[in-house]
């Protein structure tokens, strides 16, 4: 006797179906990955997989999405933790993604790679960055209304430079050698140093 595999609510699906999707895209590469190969990941169907997601597309900018949120949920909780050094704080939390092997700028790269191609992935990611830009400024200017950042630092302009940060980290990281964890540490401490003034 066949059991019937467990039908899961719609909601749990797509996001079990973004969890595996996230994993096939940090393995391989947007381009590289295939829908084949994700559904086998989320042990489903490929049907099942058009069934939630109409694209590949589709797929990888939930992923964003979902990377996003989980980052910001990180961020949030750091920043509660730690009110006095909001940055530093944020910063030690790509560690933590690190581990997971869930990397928000690893998405950003492959989406960027693509964007040229395709004006949906563009679209997308310009409007998630400002989103990602805009979370980051906010917690600069919270963080400067408590004095634990001098008011003359521009935060706008501070917050692009925290994202770029991100990119560098992933950058490197796919280079190799690039850049040792000593590096990035003393890069992440001078920027610490300019943006608290201490």
């Given at each position: 006797?066949?059991?019937?595999?467990?039908?899961?609510?719609?909601?749990?699906?797509?996001?079990?179906?973004?969890?595996?999707?996230?994993?096939?895209?940090?393995?391989?590469?947007?381009?590289?990955?295939?829908?084949?190969?994700?559904?086998?990941?989320?042990?489903?169907?490929?049907?099942?997989?058009?069934?939630?997601?109409?694209?590949?597309?589709?797929?990888?900018?939930?992923?964003?999405?979902?990377?996003?949120?989980?980052?910001?949920?990180?961020?949030?909780?750091?920043?509660?933790?730690?009110?006095?050094?909001?940055?530093?704080?944020?910063?030690?939390?790509y560690l933590?993604?690190?581990?997971?092997?869930?990397?928000?700028?690893?998405?950003?790269?492959?989406?960027?790679?693509?964007?040229?191609?395709?004006?949906?992935?563009?679209?997308?990611?310009?409007?998630?960055?400002?989103?990602?830009?805009?979370?980051?400024?906010?917690?600069?200017?919270?963080?400067?209304?408590?004095?634990?950042?001098?008011?003359?630092?521009?935060?706008?302009?501070?917050?692009?430079?925290?994202?770029?940060?991100?990119?560098?980290?992933?950058?490197?990281?796919?280079?190799?050698?690039?850049?040792?964890?000593?590096?990035?540490?003393?890069?992440?401490?001078?920027?610490?140093?300019?943006?608290?003034?201490q």
């Amino acid at each position: 006797m066949t059991i019937a595999p467990t039908r899961l609510p719609a909601a749990e699906r797509r996001r079990a179906l973004v969890e595996a999707a996230l994993r096939v895209f940090i393995a391989r590469s947007y381009r590289g990955a295939t829908t084949a190969e994700i559904a086998r990941e989320a042990a489903v169907s490929e049907p099942i997989l058009y069934r939630h997601f109409p694209s590949k597309r589709e797929l990888y900018l939930a992923c964003v999405d979902h990377a996003w949120f989980g980052l910001r949920e990180l961020w949030e909780r750091a920043i509660e933790e730690h009110p006095d050094e909001p940055l530093a704080a944020m910063g030690r939390c790509y560690l933590d993604l690190k581990e997971r092997k869930i990397l928000l700028a690893e998405l950003w790269i492959q989406g960027v790679t693509e964007a040229s191609e395709d004006g949906g992935i563009e679209r997308h990611l310009r409007g998630h960055l400002h989103e990602v830009h805009g979370f980051v400024a906010e917690t600069i200017r919270a963080a400067q209304g408590r004095g634990a950042i001098p008011a003359e630092r521009d935060a706008e302009a501070e917050a692009w430079v925290f994202v770029a940060m991100g990119l560098l980290a992933t950058v490197g990281r796919r280079l190799g050698d690039l850049l040792s964890h000593d590096d990035f540490a003393r890069i992440r401490a001078a920027r610490l140093q300019w943006m608290t003034g201490q």
